[in-house]
Structure formats: structure tokens, C-alpha cells
């Protein structure tokens, strides 16, 4: 998160690529510096969250829920405990882009999250990691220690007479537990299952205070924003899409990797800076936010913006921003068997719609991969769908029918040659 984005010219960024995570790297580029000026001039909070409301800034984890009205949520005269927590944990299948920030720039990550229990009067802040990026970890607890030592975090922070401190939770790589009720569980030691809202962590949280929690790249995104005002990050942006966004893209790239762009950059520039589909070959299919995203035609893609509200147009969601590329020699059916069973093992099973449903759609997809499919699979695996769809205490259910439901949409005659030819049509 160096917003150090094309054609932005605001800031520039030093980098010591020796120990680019290092404190000293990170004060040279400007770092801590709004938090400084934050407790120097004691900038009441409703300051701070207007700033984020005319910013545009919108939740980088997936939901894209408007960051300035979800800190508004949280009561400000409450006496007791408060807490901010950074949802790290990264489990969606091709989204990478907060573990970079971790191994990269932790100390914008801290300084965010500081500025956040400052502004809602928070003593005490969590980050819920990933539990199979340990490394990660390991950054993230040195720039924390790195940041007590230089008196930014801990008791009396730059003698200011504010206490707060922050400090990693490792999870254990539980898909689930990317749900924010289900983290505030697995925090408090608890089995990772999601909680039934109401009430919301806005008012009962974590060991049942109130909570705010976001994801790592929206928390990294709040000490730009400012520095600099919430107009300049709207500016990088498009109305309603403020600032520079994190895409990871893999699949069928000649370069995959983490791309930060404006928002609402056309996807063809996105495909171009991550060197085109492999190959030269034809662009098939793009799962344009993570895998539990309806997926879209390369055609279609071809002509959107990455936005919230462009891809949302298009019938699905720029979630976290993991672009999954599929090129021509891909078979939709085998591609959805794997994405089935991955929902199918990582369901908590606490729903029971969830619990069944995402076994019985793996079961179906599978058997008609394996030539053992019937003609009235497809409206029976649409039926499954249904019946499961708002339906469970958390999203998990619905991100288990977005991929079954927009591949028979978009690609159903490959799934009907299976049934009819027992074999796939690609290379047919």
C-alpha cells in the first residue's frame, strides 16, 4: 500500500529493499506522521470519520461496505473495553494481497489500526493472520515490537497520555474464519463458527464488548487518507470507488502477482500490466473478486472498469479483488468440481442447508466430470443452490452457490456435452 499508483504523483515512495518492512524505512516515507499530528492537535473522532466518509473508502476484504459509516456504528460513550480488530485471515481462494502487506509495509498496517482505536476509543486492537502464512507472522510481530520501542504503541504513546496496544492472533488456516463472528470466536478460543446477528460486533463483540473489524488493506489504507485528505483518495478513485486498490491476479497471466491500480482502472489495463493471458490464447472466463464470486466471460470482462459498481452491473462482485484468469484450454466442469469441494470441506457445518447442500452440489458436479452425469442434474444442482441461499448464519453458504449457479449460467453447454458425450468438450 505505497499509493504509488499510475499517474499519481502525490507521493513518492523510497524503498530500502533490504529491509523494506523495517521501521526506518517507513518513517522516511512519511509514516506516522498523521498519527503524530492525530494526537498532537487531539483531532475528535467525528473529524477523522468524515474524512473517511468523503474518501470513498470501501471494505477491502470483499463486502465493500463504506469504512467511515462502519466506524460511525460504534457507541462513543460506552465506559468499558473497546476493540478494533484486522481481519488477516486470508483463506479465499486467489486473493494474496494482505500477507504482501505484512511482509512488506506492516507499519502502515499498525499506524492504521492505531488511528482506528484512537477514533473509536478502542485500548486494545487484535490481528486475526492467516494460519499458513507464518512468516507473515513473524514480520508482523517485529514491526510490532519495533513500534513499542519507539514509543508508538504501549502506555502514554508519544506522550500523549493515550494507552493502546496492539497484538497477532494466529489462526489455523479455517476458511471460515475469515467470517467476522466466526474470527471473534476462534479469538476468544472458542470453535470458529459464526455467530447469529443481531446483536452485531458494533455492540457486542469480542469477549462481548464492542468491536469494529476490518480487512488489512482497508485498516492500511486510513493513514494515507489522513495525511492527505479523504478528497485526494476519492480523486485516485471514481465516485463511490475512492483510492487505489490491491489486485491479486493469477491463473492464466504471463505475470502474476499483486497489482495496486486507481479504482475503477478498465480490466483490459489490469490484464496488460500482469502480461496478458498465457501464451497469447483466447480469454475464456474471469472470476473477477475470489473464488465464491459469480464468474463473468472474458468477453464481458473485457469491457468493465474494476469498481464495486461496474463489476456488480455485470451481475457479480469485485470482492476482494482476486482476479482468477482462465484461458481457452480450461474445462468449466472440472474447474467448478474443484471450487465445489473446496466449499464442500470448508463449510463449518453449524447450518444444516450448508452442511448438506454444499456435499450434495460437489457430489453431482463430480459424477458429471466422470461421465456419470444425467440431463436433470443441472436444474437439480440450480434447485440445490436455491434452497441453500439465504438460508445460513453466514455468507459461506452463499459463496458455495455463486460459482455453481454463474457456470451453468454462462458455460451450461459445456456441462450438457459432459452429460450427453461422457467427456469433456474442450479440446474436443
Known sequence: MSLNVPNHKVCTWTQDYDNPASLATYTANGGYEALKKILAEKTPAEQIIEQLKISALRGRGGAGFPTGLKWSFMPRNYEGDKYIV???DEGEPGTFKDRDILRFNPHQLIEGMIIAGY??????????????????YQSWERALDEARAAGLLGNNILGSGWNF???AHHG???YVCGEETALLESIEGKKGQPRFKPPFPASYGLYGKPT?????ETLASVPWIMR????AFLDLGKPNNGGSKIFSVSGHVERPGNYEVRMGTPFSELLEMAGGVRGGRHLKAVIPGGSSVP?????????????????AKAGSYLGAGSVIVMDDTVCMVKALERLAY??????????TPCREGTGWMYRVIHRIEHGQGRPEDLDLLMSVGTNISGRTICALGDAAVGPVHSFLKHFRNEFEYHIEHKRCMVGA
Open 86 to 88: 484486522c481481519n488477516t
Open 119 to 136: 477514533t473509536l476509543g478502542a485500548r486494545a486492537g487484535y490481528n486475526y493472520i492467516h494460519g499458513e502464512i507464518f512468516e507473515q
Open 165 to 167: 496496544d496492539l497484538h
Open 172 to 174: 489455523y488456516g479455517a
Open 212 to 216: 469494529t473489524i476490518n480487512n488489512t
Open 228 to 231: 492527505h485528505g479523504g478528497q
Open 295 to 311: 464468474v463473468l466471460p472474458g468477453a464481458t470482462m473485457m469491457e468493465l472498469t474494476m469498481d464495486y459498481d461496474s463489476i
Open 342 to 351: 473446496f466449499y464442500f470441506e470448508e463449510s463449518c457445518g453449524q447450518c
